[in-house]
Each structure stands twice: as C-alpha cells, then as structure tokens.
C-alpha cells in the first residue's frame, strides 16, 4: 500500500556543544556532574524515559564527539531508546541542524531539549509529544511569570542605571522551557529558512514563528529549570535528594 499512514516516530535533539561560561572555567556544562553524574547524562535519561521516544542524537562540541560517545557507553540508558552523537557546529542553532541532519527516515515529531535542564519530569515529556501528534506544529512547555518584568533602554556600559519604558502584562507572559516539540517537516524547513546570522537562533519555536506558523504553549514544570549558575547547581542537587527521598530515584 503507498498510502499507508507512518506511525508516528519521536527523536530528540540535545545540542551540548556549548561551554557554559557563566558556570564557570573548565568542563563544558553539559558534562558538569550533578549528583556524580555529567548533567548530559541526567537530561538524556529524562528524555528516554518517555516510552513515545524511540531515538535520541546529542550534539557534542565539535572536537569532542569521542569523549561523548565514550560518555554515554559508560551510563545506562534505557534499552528502548536509541541515541546517536554527533559532532556540532559553533552556535545552537548550527548545532540543532546538524542533528536535525542526522534523523533517520520515518521521525515525524522531534524534541529540541537544552542539555541544561536535567531534570524535567517525563510528564512534560509526554505532554509536549501528545500535544504535536494531536495536531500542533510547534509546541513550547512553559509557566506563569512569577516577577513583574521590565522592558529597558539597555545602559551603555555594564553597571549604569537604565530607562524603564515599559511594563508588559505579567498575565500574558510565560517563561520558556524545553524539550519544544515540533512537526519535523515544519521544523526542517524552519532551519533551512531563517538566515544564520550572528549567534543564531536561541529558541526553536522563534524561529517558527517567523515562518508564520503557529506556536501553542503546555504547562511547564518548576523542576525544568535551566542550570546555568552556580546556585542552579545547589538547587538542582537539592531537587535530585528530594526524589531520592520521597521515591527511590
């Protein structure tokens, strides 16, 4: 039959190809340990733990590919899931084409996740990837704002006071997180449209949005926090104590 219709098949792309200089010198951020274990680990895991993930490509720095594999060999993983490394570019977003490049025929839904947040539960996981197979291209977890937020006139020099010309409404606001689920054709094409310019594209789903495509929102979850400063780590080991605790992680 020619017209049959695929399963739906998800892959996930981790870009861990940056170094994470607000944490600090030496390892890149993504093999920082948390709990003993490289964060990588911690975040390849959550996304393995939904059963809807069939395969999982982590984007390693460019030169360190080898010493990712070697990473990943070393660390049990769920056997369900496949994963791939791959070596990555010098932004994000070259970095998530490269793994958007490596996907296999048959993936029809793909999840961007920030090596960065290693503990988000599989609820989100799962959330994320229903909401794309129920129809949705581009799909982003997110939560309320808990801070009145300020639009400035950035200050010339680090330091100096700066203008405050406006104050958007806190309840239309949401603070991102990841995995952001796409539509892998919308996704591809999104890559393969916006221009590569400057650092490139933080965000995923911005850049669908440029596209002109929609973009919809799933509640978020408080333990998906990015780990980008030292702090982020003591709440990160605290978060890890509390699962252990209260359910055996």
Known sequence: MTDEVRPPRTAVVIPAAGRGVRLGPGAPKALRALNGTPMLIHAVRAMAASRAVSLVVVVAPPE???????LLDAHALPERTDYLVVPGGDTRQESVRLGLEALPEGITTVLV?????????????????EAV???AVAVVP?????????EVEPAERPGDPEQVVATPVRARLRAVQTPQGFDHDTLVNAHATIALTGEGATDDAGMVERLGAPVVVVPGHEEAFKVTRPLDLVLAEAV?????ANDGF
């Open 64 to 70: 360190g590919a080898p010493e990712v594999k070697n």
């Open 113 to 129: 996740h920030d090596a960065a947040r290693p503990l988000v539960p599989v609820d989100t996981v799962d959330a994320v990837i």
């Open 133 to 135: 197979r129920d129809g």
């Open 142 to 150: 997110a939560l309320p704002v808990a801070d009145t937020v300020k």
């Open 240 to 244: 890890l104590a509390r699962r252990r």
